[in-house]
């Protein structure tokens, strides 16, 4: 599974930002994404499985919204209300048949 994703950059607090991430593969039961601020862990944002299930870290409800388009492979973040602690490299993120998979990061600078 190839994943390509697009749609980071710098924005003000209070702006928003819509992240896309291409699969190539059928198949996929998790499409979500990740993120990692500078010295810290990879930490979960939001996932969305292909029953409809959708998770999203405490730190992000309310303000992002994931979503999936499974006839394209596509899986969007919607992020609203963005704060300077979402701050990070945005990583898109797919289970397929047991595996992970990774895509690469795009970066997501919030100014105050």
């Known amino acids: 599974v190839q994943l390509q994703a697009s749609g980071g950059g710098s924005v003000q607090a209070g702006g928003s930002l819509r992240l896309s991430c291409a699969g190539n593969?059928?198949?996929?039961?998790?499409m979500g994404w990740y993120r990692q601020a500078p010295g810290t862990e990879r930490e979960l944002v939001a996932t969305a499985v292909s029953d409809g299930t959708t998770n999203y870290a405490d730190s992000v409800k309310g303000r992002f919204t994931i979503s999936r388009d499974y006839a394209q492979k596509m899986v969007y973040l919607q992020m609203d209300s963005l704060r300077p602690e979402d701050t990070a490299v945005y990583y898109c993120y797919a289970l397929r048949v047991g595996k992970s998979y990774w895509g690469q990061g795009t970066e997501v600078t919030v100014s105050s």
């Open positions: 593969s059928a198949m996929i039961s998790v």
